[in-house]
């Protein structure tokens, strides 16, 4: 075992032998596609059916999204490897090679995920250099066959079968 200062590099070291899922968030803001992508997604509660994500006060994406009445979260699929390096990205077109299905309400899923949460934004708390997002469930879809991507060690990975 060995220790190390706690700076944001060995933080984000540690925390990345952690694996987890990876979803984009979206919504159609103004007529326009607005997303993002989060690796910190985590079940919250049954009943209310609640979600939450982290994203970082820095994001400039996320005051877009915040001020829509609906947001759609996909968890993605395996096949989805450049996919999200394209939604987090700072410029340029987040949904470029994406197919998406809006719903009515302005919620945007990316096509071919593992699951759509259709939700709204129940609660914001503050929690250092992020803010945890927790949001309320109004409709979900499952495509059971869909293998998740995983992120683990700053590398995208899939389940073995």
Same mark, same amino acid.
């Given at each position: 075992?060995?220790?190390?200062?706690?700076? *944001?590099?060995?933080?984000?070291?540690?925390?990345? !032998?952690? #694996?987890?899922?990876?979803?984009?968030?979206?919504?159609?803001? =103004?007529?326009?596609?607005?997303? @993002?992508? =989060?690796?910190?997604?985590?079940?919250?509660?049954?009943?209310?059916?609640?979600?939450?994500?982290?994203?970082?006060?820095?994001?400039? /994406?996320?005051?877009? @999204?915040?001020?829509?009445?609906?947001?759609?979260?996909?968890?993605?699929?395996?096949? !989805?490897?450049?996919?999200?390096?394209?939604?987090? =990205?700072? /410029?340029?077109?987040?949904?470029?090679?994406?197919? /998406?299905?809006?719903?009515? =309400?302005?919620?945007?899923?990316?096509?071919?995920?593992?699951?759509?949460?259709?939700?709204?934004?129940?609660?914001?708390? *503050?929690?250092? $250099? !992020?803010?945890?997002?927790?949001?309320?469930?109004? $409709?979900? /879809?499952? !495509?059971?066959?869909? *293998? #998740?991507?995983?992120?683990?060690?700053?590398?995208?990975?899939?389940?073995?079968?």
């Amino acid at each position: 075992m060995s220790s190390t200062n706690l700076s *944001p590099n060995s933080l984000r070291e540690a925390f990345g !032998h952690f #694996p987890a899922g990876v979803i984009a968030i979206a919504a159609e803001v =103004a007529g326009t596609r607005v997303g @993002l992508a =989060a690796s910190t997604f985590v079940p919250v509660s049954l009943d209310p059916p609640l979600v939450s994500f982290c994203v970082q006060n820095t994001s400039e /994406t996320w005051p877009k @999204l915040q001020g829509a009445p609906v947001l759609g979260i996909s968890v993605l699929g395996e096949s !989805h490897d450049v996919a999200v390096r394209t939604l987090a =990205a700072k /410029t340029g077109d987040r949904f470029a090679g994406l197919e /998406t299905v809006s719903s009515l =309400a302005g919620a945007v899923f990316v096509q071919g995920t593992a699951v759509w949460l259709e939700s709204a934004i129940e609660q914001l708390v *503050p929690a250092g $250099d !992020h803010t945890i997002v927790i949001l309320r469930i109004n $409709d979900i /879809t499952v !495509h059971d066959d869909v *293998p #998740p991507i995983v992120f683990h060690r700053s590398t995208f990975r899939r389940l073995g079968s």
